[in-house]
């Protein structure tokens, strides 16, 4: 009897089982936000390091061309139609400074936006190079490969290669010897998410504090948004529509007050700010090829002078 007794197997009880399962259900549940961290940081870094090679390209290509890419080119002084030029991004005018001399050589730069001939399947091809791992959300059109980076334009748009109000526009030639306040002062590019929503009405154009933004129209107001196929970073390649490959300092990083205004084809004040998927801001690359972070808090007369590469102001810490 003892015996047997001895060789009595013991159990784990009721309880104990559901201990040992409420300590390994609070150890996941406290390691999970620590994996989702790592993994965003990694993808933050990604982020960032596509943007210094932009950067790089950017620099590249002007040292080639003795000035920075166009935001894009729209023949409107030759007399000529003024759609018989491309409008193709200054993404697309990189392309051979981010290892894709390929694909640029296969464009045809001549032929207008609305016809798409060759060009339509190649600019369907999407390059890990301009697209941020943090943003997972939806392709916005699916005639278009999105970008996650777009250009700087200030705060206003409008045509003409005499501008100097921000780094890129249309038509745009900017040098770096004019770049008065300083390449380490002035920003080039920045982020946005490839779905961001924007008001499909156009805004008026009006003054505050000697800034020119857009008035958006109450349809903006009460929250109503586009969210049809020609969203924000849409297109690395055709620089038809501002939200393709603008955004604008009129309003700080990831704004919440207003919808963007945007949705014509030559909105001089549409207010597309700069967004991302990083918590509390936006990379940005700056005139001298350093990337900073720059939140979502930062001074909104601090970040509209960043997008002005002559307005005297030449910044500290921020």
């Known amino acids: 009897m003892k015996k047997m007794l001895l060789n009595k197997k013991r159990g784990f009880t009721l309880i104990e089982l559901l201990v040992v399962i409420a300590i390994i259900a609070i150890l996941i549940a406290?390691?999970?936000?620590?994996?989702?961290?790592?993994?965003?940081?990694?993808?933050?870094?990604?982020?960032?390091?596509?943007?210094?090679?932009?950067?790089?390209?950017?620099?590249?290509?002007?040292?080639?061309?003795?000035?920075?890419?166009?935001?894009?080119?729209?023949?409107?002084?030759?007399?000529?139609?003024?759609?018989?030029?491309?409008?193709?991004?200054?993404?697309?005018?990189?392309?051979?400074f981010l290892d894709q001399a390929p694909l640029y050589n296969k464009i045809n730069f001549e032929l207008a936006p609305g016809n798409g001939g060759s060009n339509a399947a190649l600019r369907k091809t999407k390059l890990p190079s301009v697209r941020c791992p943090s943003d997972s959300s939806r392709q916005p059109?699916?005639?278009?490969?999105?970008?996650?980076?777009?250009?700087?334009?200030?705060?206003?748009g409008g045509a003409g290669n005499d501008r100097f109000d921000s780094m890129f526009s249309l038509n745009s030639r900017m040098r770096i010897r004019?770049?008065?306040?300083?390449?380490?002062?002035?920003?080039?590019?920045?982020?946005?998410?490839?779905?961001?929503?924007?008001?499909?009405?156009?805004?008026?154009?009006?003054?505050?504090?000697?800034?020119?933004?857009?008035?958006?129209?109450?349809?903006?107001?009460?929250?109503?948004?586009y969210?049809?196929?020609?969203?924000?970073?849409?297109?690395?390649?055709?620089?038809?529509?501002?939200?393709?490959?603008?955004?604008?300092?009129?309003?700080?990083?990831?704004?919440?007050n207003m919808p963007d205004c945007g949705g014509g084809s030559s909105t001089t004040a549409a207010l597309l700010a700069a967004r991302s998927k990083h918590t509390g801001g936006v990379h940005v690359l700056l005139a001298d090829g350093a990337v900073r972070f720059a939140s979502d808090n930062i001074d909104n007369q601090t970040w509209r002078f960043l997008g002005h590469p002559q307005d005297s102001n030449v910044l500290g810490e921020w």
């Open 227 to 256: 969210t049809g196929g020609n969203q924000q970073g849409y297109s690395w390649f055709y620089g038809t529509h501002y939200e393709s490959h603008y955004y604008g300092t009129v309003y700080n990083p990831n704004n919440k």
């Open 30 to 96: 406290l390691l999970l936000p620590a994996v989702q961290q790592a993994r965003e940081a990694a993808r933050r870094s990604t982020c960032k390091n596509n943007l210094k090679q932009i950067g790089l390209a950017l620099h590249n290509y002007h040292d080639n061309f003795k000035m920075f890419p166009p935001g894009a080119i729209r023949d409107t002084y030759s007399g000529l139609d003024s759609w018989s030029t491309s409008q193709i991004t200054w993404i697309g005018r990189i392309l051979p």
């Open 178 to 225: 004019d770049v008065d306040d300083g390449t380490s002062n002035t920003m080039m590019v920045s982020e946005t998410f490839a779905n961001a929503p924007f008001c499909s009405d156009q805004p008026s154009n009006s003054t505050v504090n000697g800034w020119r933004v857009g008035t958006c129209p109450a349809s903006c107001q009460s929250g109503s948004a």
């Open 141 to 156: 059109n699916s005639g278009y490969a999105p970008t996650n980076y777009l250009a700087c334009r200030g705060t206003e």
